[in-house]
């Protein structure tokens, strides 16, 4: 079956899908209809997601680390992409698992692809047998030399700075039961939120650097504030650097110096 996209509102996203009511048979009988990992097992692969994104030591190994753990915790995953597309800024993208990196990277080069529409589009995207679906004819040679099947892609939302998805490319049709997609949005949408706190920290930090870069060139130069800080923005774009950077250099220059 390939199936359109499918549109997921907040309140159904992430582990609050995990419950759901039990469904009755003809006679009217309640049967056990909890399916996907037991509650415990999915809440060890969310502390572990935790973990490993807090403790990275940039944004992007965080990013590497949260395809590493997605790939390894949906059974069947061959390999896991994460892109990201900043407001007028170039595509971010991490992968985990070898096969299938000619996929990704033809559906780039097309701007097409399960991947790519999820993040468009901010709905969950499924595909039973990429290699026969008829909305990416251009990627089903590779999709079958590469043995995927089904796909799973979910969009990734990071607060104020970019939007994306996490594609999930397995090696069997038939594949995406309820407890595959159940923990495949889990991570995801756990991974938004924790993203979201190291972009954050990121901001946080840079902005306490520049503020301090600022204060040396004021000290240096005898000016205000404003033309310290177009001092700055004109020494990065100058020398292609991003402001920070050109912060960090001013600063560690300027405790050299001091000590």
Not at 69 to 88: D, H, K, M, N, W
Request: glycine share 10%; proline share 5%; hydrophobic share 45%.
């Amino acid at each position: 079956m390939s199936a359109p996209n499918r549109r997921i509102s907040s309140p159904l996203r992430g582990p609050a899908r995990l419950l759901r009511r039990p469904a009755r048979t003809r006679s009217g009988a309640r049967s056990v209809a909890l399916s996907g990992p037991h509650a415990v097992e999915l809440a060890g692969l969310l502390h572990e997601l935790s973990v490993r994104l807090l403790g990275a030591e940039s944004f992007a190994a965080a990013l590497e680390r949260l395809a590493a753990l997605a790939a390894g915790a949906v059974p069947g995953t061959v390999r896991c992409s994460v892109t990201l597309i900043g407001e007028g800024g170039p595509l971010t993208c991490t992968a985990h698992g070898a096969g299938g990196e000619r996929l990704d990277k033809l559906a780039y080069e097309l701007s097409t692809g399960p991947g790519l529409d999820a993040a468009r589009t901010r709905a969950l995207t499924t595909v039973e047998d990429l290699s026969t679906d008829e909305r990416w004819p251009q990627l089903a040679g590779p999709a079958r030399e590469a043995g995927i099947h089904a796909v799973v892609a979910i969009p990734l939302d990071v607060p104020r700075a970019e939007v994306g998805g996490v594609c999930l490319y397995l090696d069997r049709t038939g594949a995406l039961a309820p407890d595959l997609l159940i923990t495949a949005m889990a991570l995801v949408n756990h991974a938004e939120v924790l993203l979201g706190e190291l972009r954050r920290r990121d901001q946080t930090s840079t902005d306490a650097t520049v503020d301090r870069a600022v204060g040396v060139i004021i000290a240096q130069r005898g000016c205000g504030v404003r033309e310290a800080y177009d001092v700055l923005g004109e020494t990065a774009q100058r020398l292609g650097l991003d402001r920070r950077a050109v912060a960090e250099r001013l600063v560690a220059a300027a405790a050299a110096r001091n000590s």
